[in-house]
Protein backbone atom coordinates (compact mmCIF):
# COMPACT_ATOMS: atom_id res chain seq x y z
CA UNK A 1 0.00 0.00 0.00
CA UNK A 2 1.32 2.76 -0.93
CA UNK A 3 1.83 6.00 1.85
CA UNK A 4 -1.33 8.10 0.23
CA UNK A 5 -3.33 5.17 0.92
CA UNK A 6 -2.39 4.47 4.39
CA UNK A 7 -4.25 7.83 4.59
CA UNK A 8 -7.49 7.60 2.94
CA UNK A 9 -10.54 7.65 4.57
CA UNK A 10 -12.11 4.45 3.28
CA UNK A 11 -9.03 2.68 4.60
CA UNK A 12 -9.20 3.30 8.05
CA UNK A 13 -10.06 1.02 10.55
CA UNK A 14 -11.25 3.53 13.03
CA UNK A 15 -13.48 5.51 10.79
CA UNK A 16 -15.65 1.71 9.92
CA UNK A 17 -15.72 0.83 13.63
CA UNK A 18 -16.89 4.58 14.06
CA UNK A 19 -19.34 4.88 11.45
CA UNK A 20 -21.36 1.62 12.15
CA UNK A 21 -21.42 2.10 15.40
CA UNK A 22 -23.28 5.62 14.89
CA UNK A 23 -25.70 3.39 12.17
CA UNK A 24 -26.05 0.96 15.07
CA UNK A 25 -27.48 3.27 17.99
CA UNK A 26 -29.22 4.85 14.99
CA UNK A 27 -31.29 1.76 14.70
CA UNK A 28 -31.85 2.03 17.80
CA UNK A 29 -32.79 5.31 18.80
CA UNK A 30 -36.48 5.17 17.62
CA UNK A 31 -37.04 2.30 19.77
CA UNK A 32 -35.87 3.50 22.29
CA UNK A 33 -37.59 6.91 22.33
CA UNK A 34 -40.93 5.01 23.14
CA UNK A 35 -39.31 3.81 26.28
CA UNK A 36 -37.99 7.39 27.05
CA UNK A 37 -34.53 5.86 27.22
CA UNK A 38 -31.11 6.96 25.03
CA UNK A 39 -28.46 4.17 23.87
CA UNK A 40 -26.51 4.82 26.98
CA UNK A 41 -29.50 5.10 29.11
CA UNK A 42 -30.15 1.54 27.73
CA UNK A 43 -26.56 -0.40 28.05
CA UNK A 44 -26.19 1.37 32.04
CA UNK A 45 -29.94 -0.52 32.05
CA UNK A 46 -28.55 -3.86 30.80
CA UNK A 47 -25.93 -4.00 33.39
CA UNK A 48 -28.31 -3.40 35.93
CA UNK A 49 -30.29 -5.57 34.74
CA UNK A 50 -27.87 -8.51 34.95
CA UNK A 51 -26.60 -7.43 38.43
CA UNK A 52 -28.50 -5.03 40.47
CA UNK A 53 -26.82 -2.80 43.24
CA UNK A 54 -23.46 -2.06 41.71
CA UNK A 55 -20.73 0.35 42.60
CA UNK A 56 -20.04 3.52 39.94
CA UNK A 57 -16.85 2.17 39.80
CA UNK A 58 -18.00 -1.43 38.61
CA UNK A 59 -20.99 0.12 36.19
CA UNK A 60 -18.21 2.51 34.24
CA UNK A 61 -15.78 -0.54 34.06
CA UNK A 62 -18.91 -2.91 33.04
CA UNK A 63 -19.73 -0.04 30.33
CA UNK A 64 -16.10 1.51 29.65
CA UNK A 65 -17.31 4.94 30.55
CA UNK A 66 -15.66 7.51 33.52
CA UNK A 67 -17.38 8.74 36.34
CA UNK A 68 -17.64 12.26 34.56
CA UNK A 69 -19.80 10.75 31.99
CA UNK A 70 -21.53 8.75 34.01
CA UNK A 71 -22.50 11.01 37.36
CA UNK A 72 -25.07 13.54 34.57
CA UNK A 73 -26.27 10.57 33.50
CA UNK A 74 -27.28 9.02 36.35
CA UNK A 75 -28.84 12.07 37.48
CA UNK A 76 -30.73 12.04 34.86
CA UNK A 77 -32.42 8.42 35.39
CA UNK A 78 -32.51 8.88 39.29
CA UNK A 79 -34.86 11.85 38.40
CA UNK A 80 -37.01 9.77 35.81
CA UNK A 81 -37.63 7.38 38.87
CA UNK A 82 -35.69 4.78 37.06
CA UNK A 83 -32.84 4.29 39.66
CA UNK A 84 -31.72 5.24 42.74
CA UNK A 85 -28.00 6.48 43.86
CA UNK A 86 -26.98 6.56 47.40
CA UNK A 87 -23.18 6.12 48.82
CA UNK A 88 -22.70 3.13 50.56
CA UNK A 89 -22.89 2.27 54.21
CA UNK A 90 -19.39 0.55 54.54
CA UNK A 91 -17.51 2.78 52.48
CA UNK A 92 -18.81 6.10 52.11
CA UNK A 93 -16.34 7.04 48.87
CA UNK A 94 -18.50 3.77 47.30
CA UNK A 95 -21.92 5.19 45.47
CA UNK A 96 -24.12 2.80 44.77
CA UNK A 97 -26.66 2.50 41.64
CA UNK A 98 -29.87 0.60 42.19
CA UNK A 99 -32.78 -0.19 40.16
CA UNK A 100 -35.93 1.31 41.49
CA UNK A 101 -39.47 -0.73 40.36
CA UNK A 102 -39.73 1.34 37.36
CA UNK A 103 -36.73 0.20 35.96
CA UNK A 104 -36.90 -3.14 36.94
CA UNK A 105 -40.23 -2.51 34.70
CA UNK A 106 -38.58 -1.22 31.74
CA UNK A 107 -37.02 -5.01 31.29
CA UNK A 108 -40.04 -6.29 30.72
CA UNK A 109 -40.69 -3.74 27.64
CA UNK A 110 -36.92 -4.13 26.51
CA UNK A 111 -36.85 -7.75 25.27
CA UNK A 112 -38.46 -6.76 21.95
CA UNK A 113 -35.13 -3.87 21.53
CA UNK A 114 -32.31 -6.99 20.54
CA UNK A 115 -34.81 -8.74 17.67
CA UNK A 116 -36.00 -5.48 15.97
CA UNK A 117 -32.30 -4.04 16.07
CA UNK A 118 -31.35 -7.55 14.45
CA UNK A 119 -34.02 -7.52 12.28
CA UNK A 120 -33.03 -4.13 10.84
CA UNK A 121 -29.57 -5.25 10.63
CA UNK A 122 -29.98 -7.09 7.66
CA UNK A 123 -27.19 -9.27 9.06
CA UNK A 124 -27.75 -13.31 9.50
CA UNK A 125 -27.87 -14.47 13.18
CA UNK A 126 -24.41 -16.68 11.84
CA UNK A 127 -22.94 -12.91 10.88
CA UNK A 128 -23.74 -11.21 13.65
CA UNK A 129 -22.27 -13.78 15.97
CA UNK A 130 -19.15 -13.64 14.21
CA UNK A 131 -19.10 -10.05 13.88
CA UNK A 132 -19.72 -9.60 17.59
CA UNK A 133 -17.04 -12.16 18.88
CA UNK A 134 -14.42 -10.27 16.27
CA UNK A 135 -15.31 -6.91 17.77
CA UNK A 136 -15.08 -8.60 21.21
CA UNK A 137 -11.64 -10.21 20.51
CA UNK A 138 -10.29 -6.72 19.28
CA UNK A 139 -11.51 -4.69 22.02
CA UNK A 140 -9.57 -7.68 24.40
CA UNK A 141 -6.31 -7.11 22.54
CA UNK A 142 -6.64 -3.12 22.40
CA UNK A 143 -7.35 -3.26 26.41
CA UNK A 144 -3.98 -5.49 26.82
CA UNK A 145 -2.15 -3.01 24.80
CA UNK A 146 -3.33 -0.57 26.78
CA UNK A 147 -1.77 -2.09 29.74
Same mark, same amino acid.
Given at each position: MDKDSLL? @???? @????? &???? =?? +??? /? &?? !? +?? #?? @?? /? *? &? *??YITLLVL?? =? #? #?? %?????????????? %? /?? !? /? @? =??????? +?LFRERSKDDERNLRIRLTDKGRELKKAAYEIPEKVFCASHLTMEEATLLRNKLKELLTRL?? %? =??
Open positions: K @LDNQ @LCFAV &YACA =KE +ITG /L &YR !P +IL #DT @LG /L *T &Y *TQWE =K #D #DV %TLKELGERLLLNSG %T /LT !P /L @L =KKMEAAG +ISV %T =KR
